[in-house]
């Protein structure tokens, strides 16, 4: 019989841990086997999870057996059991997959009372309050989760019931135990109106019906969301932990928690962290009140003495301890889950906390600093992707912007860092509609829940009324990268009518609706009605450092794609090699040399054209010559006119007759010229190579700017490095004869110059005929750009342009693809296409020089995929260089560590 269930004091493997028990499971077994004060339970493994979803929510042979044997041990343990009414155990159900997701599945809590097990539990605390407020939150929770009865009925009638005792906004905790009970009645007759049955009193029935929940909860909607966004295998399944309840709700001498080892917005060395004095777990995590600070030094002024550190220090200083053991344990940030119940601490889950890029960075390099990893591995620590975090727009200080007359209209939580303007909207659904449609909001809510993922995930950035620096919306903002102002209490969110109500410090109020513009400084808490101007984030010096680990390691060049000096010198800045593209056909849309570029692609024969490629060749070649000045010395591949010419034609009459004026015609001729030049599918029409080979001058005089270019910083000491690629080449021949049109007019400038420069000629692979015609083609090439934008269109048969209708439903409805193509490189079809180029190229070609200028040549998986092709270099626009340095340093520290 097959193991499914495991106790935490079982050996597992080191390997197995977390694939076998998820990361909650992992991490109660991992602590168990420290001496750390954890509850004692056991964890379904995610091999049953799959074959309940498999088998129509059937059970694995033998493992019904293994639940009532690891039930048996806890109960021995505790002296307590299942359904006793004299010692009755209570257990949590909680959901646990290999990569965490926060609140995306399901939790039953308090499992184990029914009428019976309810007195019994108020004769062994002595707290007849304490057993009932339990037991409405079990049959809340077991009402809603398991049963389907809807969330919301359970809250109005505990509204209901705060408005009989005389005060609607009272706490849950002031709550006598009488009205309790009521509410416990009031929930029973619920959950029988709704489902036609009472709630199980069978603690065994529940118990399976809690299971069930869970592992449903693994093919629930936002789950699903949240796994596409963060890319996790369906087929992980997750783990189910049940685990003894221990009690934060018993008392002022109890509570619940939830910190981190270090900060997780900035990367501090400090302990962070809030809890709630008397309540279970899931009141700090849903944000439904505001908590307390975990140190004096983190609570608001004159709130000093409610923090853990002052309220009960004892438990505070055990507590430092136990973190302190964990992260020394685990060699990273830990998100420690934790209950006080009657002054003793238990310890429910650690895991690997969430962070910024910015706590990311801080914290690996500090981790170096402190001994405990060495630069190799905090290289590796460090999500690529999340690097463009530190990207991200911010807004002046506020006591700047109050110098100014700028105040904020109130004062939150700073939850996530980085500055979001937008329109208000309250609703996840309207959100992610908005902003497909272009626009920028700001999602406002009471609190979020696991169902506003998508939501949050289109909003620039999100505003909470209640809940803390951990509460839901913080942490899933921090992990998505997003803007975030948290547990904002002077606001009064109105779903129904659209509006929300600011109370302002001087007493009046202020009213937003939906659509208005609001800002949000997530780095400060601070929120502003109105549009604010934001500035470029500021300098991390430990990106610095760590970024000079990754390119030591690294074996991949990394260049960029840039068309200007702007361009060029944000690329330098940003740690580019060389440019890896160089679009010419950017320049021909400038505006002082548009018209001369019309004038040459309509004009009336090849002398005609012959005179506007003669004004045009000067203004490229000034444009030649800043960007490789720019570039001081490194590698700049300028790729020849790729565009079909009748991207130039004009679109207006009066541009019509602009460009007649010029030619010296009449605007119903040149009409008629630009008609004749029309394509039905441009895009793989008269373009690139093609249009280089019937109307070579074009080619010629791109090729003489260069070089004209490069020889006159060279007569100034100025190091320049041109290689000229060809565009849309599938025939080996087309290479050959523009190969020789470059070579012929850099002899013509050479010769007029009366210096030289080495360059190279090589081509853009493009086209799957490319790929297979590689070894020919490298005949006649110094170098292979791969540009995978067009090549990914060319395998697929997909225009890019027209992608966005259809493929979003093969990836996440129809799981035909594992992601967008164009985003990420399809290693199976394209990406072997491009393997065999490179095969057949470098046989032909020893030492062929090998790159990669499609938008892939950002995204780290493709980055990897090229650094284990052995190419020479990637190239992405300039923002994605940070990303793509690191990501190559770690596909070279795994490939180095295999």
């Not at 500021?538 to 702007?566: K, S």
């Amino acid at each position: 019989m097959t193991k499914t269930v495991f106790s935490f004091r079982d050996e597992v493997s080191e390997a197995d841990l977390r694939p076998l028990l998820g990361g909650k499971g992992a991490g109660l077994n991992l602590m168990t086997h420290l001496g750390i004060p954890v509850p004692p339970g056991f964890t379904l493994s995610t091999q049953v999870c799959n074959h309940f979803r498999e088998h129509d929510g059937a059970y694995p042979d033998g493992t019904k057996q293994q639940v009532l044997e690891a039930l048996a041990e806890v109960e021995a343990n505790l002296q307590r059991g299942l359904g006793d009414a004299e010692a009755p155990l209570l257990v949590s159900v909680r959901s646990g997959a290999r990569a965490s997701m926060p609140g995306m599945m399901d939790t039953i809590l308090n499992l184990g009372l029914n009428d019976q097990t309810v007195e019994g539990l108020a004769r062994l605390s002595g707290d007849r309050r304490f057993a009932f407020d339990a037991y409405r939150r079990f049959l809340q929770m077991y009402g809603d989760v398991v049963l389907g009865v809807p969330h919301a009925q359970f809250e109005q009638a505990l509204s209901a019931l705060k408005v009989e005792q005389g005060d609607a906004s009272m706490l849950d905790q002031a709550l006598p135990a009488e009205a309790l009970e009521r509410l416990v009645v009031t929930y029973q007759r619920l959950i029988e109106d709704a489902t036609g049955g009472p709630c199980p009193s069978d603690t065994k029935e529940q118990l399976w019906g809690a299971i069930g929940a869970v592992f449903g909860s693994w093919d629930n909607a936002r789950a699903i969301r949240y796994r596409r966004m963060q890319e996790i295998d369906d087929a992980w399944g997750t783990a189910c932990t049940i685990q003894a309840m221990v009690f934060g709700n018993q008392g002022d001498t109890s509570g619940s928690g939830v910190a981190f080892t270090r900060n997780p917005s900035t990367g501090e060395r400090a302990l962070y962290g809030e809890y709630l004095p008397n309540a279970q777990g899931e009141d700090v995590v849903a944000g439904i009140r505001t908590p307390l600070a975990l140190t004096a030094a983190a609570a608001a002024p004159g709130r000093e003495d409610s923090s853990l550190e002052r309220a009960m220090p004892a438990v505070f200083q055990e507590f430092v301890a136990l973190a302190e053991r964990l992260e020394a344990h685990f060699r990273d940030m830990q998100d420690i889950e934790f209950t006080i119940q009657d002054g003793e601490v238990f310890i429910l889950q650690t895991r690997t906390g969430k962070r910024t890029a910015h706590s990311a960075v801080k914290v690996a390099v500090s981790l170096v600093d402190e001994g405990v990893i060495e630069p190799a591995e905090a290289v590796l620590r460090v999500d690529p992707t999340s690097l463009e975090q530190l990207l991200h727009a911010r807004l002046p200080a506020p006591a700047e912007l109050e110098s100014q007359g700028i105040r904020p209209l109130a004062i939150g939580l700073p939850a996530s860092p980085g500055a979001a303007s937008g329109r208000i909207v309250f609703h996840a659904d309207d959100a992610e509609r908005l902003a497909d449609a272009g626009k920028k909001v700001i999602l406002v809510r009471r609190e979020t829940s696991p169902e506003d993922i998508h939501g949050m995930q289109a909003a620039e950035g999100i505003l909470t009324a209640t809940g803390g620096m951990t509460s839901h919306a913080a942490v899933v903002a921090r992990g998505l990268g997003k803007c975030c102002v948290a547990g904002v209490s002077a606001l009064s969110v109105d779903y129904a009518k659209a509006l929300v109500t600011v109370r302002l410090a001087d007493g009046g109020t202020e009213v937003l609706k939906e659509g208005d513009a609001m800002t949000l400084d997530g780095s400060h808490g601070a929120v502003y009605a109105g549009t604010l101007e934001v500035s470029a984030a500021a300098t991390l010096p430990e990106l610095e450092r760590l970024m000079e680990w990754a390119d030591a390691r690294r074996v991949l060049g990394i260049r960029a794609n840039a068309d200007t000096p702007e361009g060029a010198r944000q690329a330098r800045s940003l740690g580019a090699q060389g440019i890896g593209l160089c679009r010419t056909e950017h320049m021909f849309f400038a505006e002082d040399r548009l018209e001369a570029v019309r004038c040459m692609v309509l004009a009336r024969g090849g002398e005609e054209r012959e005179t506007w490629l003669k004004k045009i060749e000067p203004m490229q070649e000034q444009d030649f010559l800043e960007i490789f000045e720019a570039m001081q010395g490194l590698p700049v591949t300028v790729r020849l006119l790729d565009w079909p010419l009748h991207e130039f034609i004009p679109k207006l009459q009066e541009e019509y007759e602009s460009v007649a004026r010029a030619l010296g015609d009449d605007p119903t001729s040149v009409r008629q010229r630009a008609e004749a030049m029309h394509e039905l599918n441009p895009m793989l029409g008269h373009r690139g190579a093609r249009v280089g080979l019937t109307v070579p001058g074009i080619y010629r005089t791109q090729a003489r700017a260069v070089f004209s270019a490069a020889c006159k910083l060279a007569a100034r000491g100025i190091e320049v490095h041109p290689e000229i690629m060809i565009p849309v080449v599938g025939i080996a021949g087309e290479v050959e004869r523009l190969r020789a049109v470059v070579e012929d007019a850099a002899r013509e400038v050479f010769e007029q110059q009366g210096r030289e420069v080495e360059f190279l000629v090589g081509t853009m692979i493009e086209l799957p005929r490319a790929c297979l015609r590689a070894g020919e083609i490298a005949a006649h090439a110094d170098f292979f750009s791969f540009g995978t934008n067009d090549l990914t269109q060319t395998t697929f048969g997909i225009s890019r342009d027209d992608a966005g209708k259809f493929l979003p439903a093969y990836v996440t409805e129809l799981g035909l693809l594992e992601a967008d193509p164009f985003v990420r490189l399809d290693l199976d079809g394209v990406g072997a296409l491009v393997a065999m180029a490179v095969e057949r190229g470098r046989a032909a070609r020893p030492g062929l020089k090998l790159g990669l200028c499609g938008e892939h040549g950002g995204e780290p998986r493709s980055i990897g995929f090229c650094a284990e092709l052995g190419l020479d270099y990637v190239s992405c626009s300039p923002p994605r260089l940070p990303v793509a340095r690191l990501a190559a340093a770690q596909a070279a520290i795994r490939a180095a560590t295999a």
